[in-house]
């Protein structure tokens, strides 16, 4: 029987995760997925990010896509954990522009907070290109203290 040394076991026993994150998906086990390949990419969705020069996936966003459009995905929270220009923006912005374009009532639908004015406005260009491909009706897309 191996014996796990001490001090990694002390280590290991500090980290205190909540009951959500405590099976991670691994996102270094996904592969870029052509949008092609992708299961449930709603068509105009498709169209809009081949012309934005976008023909595949990062793992991030494929691993993103899997657990909140499925196959297999239900309701819950998500912690992503990725590298820098790994692709995280697009990563959260997809299902949630997919996601709401089936929901008819006004109102507040996502709320995204972010630390900085700058990536607030990034985040707000990838969701202004994105949303007006997929929804009929205009959404409003707002930025506080921009
Ligand atoms: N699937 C993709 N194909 C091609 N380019 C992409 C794709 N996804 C994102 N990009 C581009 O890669 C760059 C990095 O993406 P992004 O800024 O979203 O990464 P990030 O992980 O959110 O970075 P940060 O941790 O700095 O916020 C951006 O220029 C973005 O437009």
Redesign the pocket.
Known sequence: MEVEPKEQKTSRKKVAVLPWMRNPVDVSSFNKCPLTQLPFLHPRLEEALCNG??E???PV?VAVWQETMGPGSFERDICVN?????????AYALPIVQILSTRAVKCLRALVVLPTRD?AL?VLRELGWLSPSIHNKSRKLGCQNC
């Open positions: 020069g976008i595949s996936l990062f966003q990725s590298p820098t220009g790994s692709g995280k923006t697009l990536l990034q």
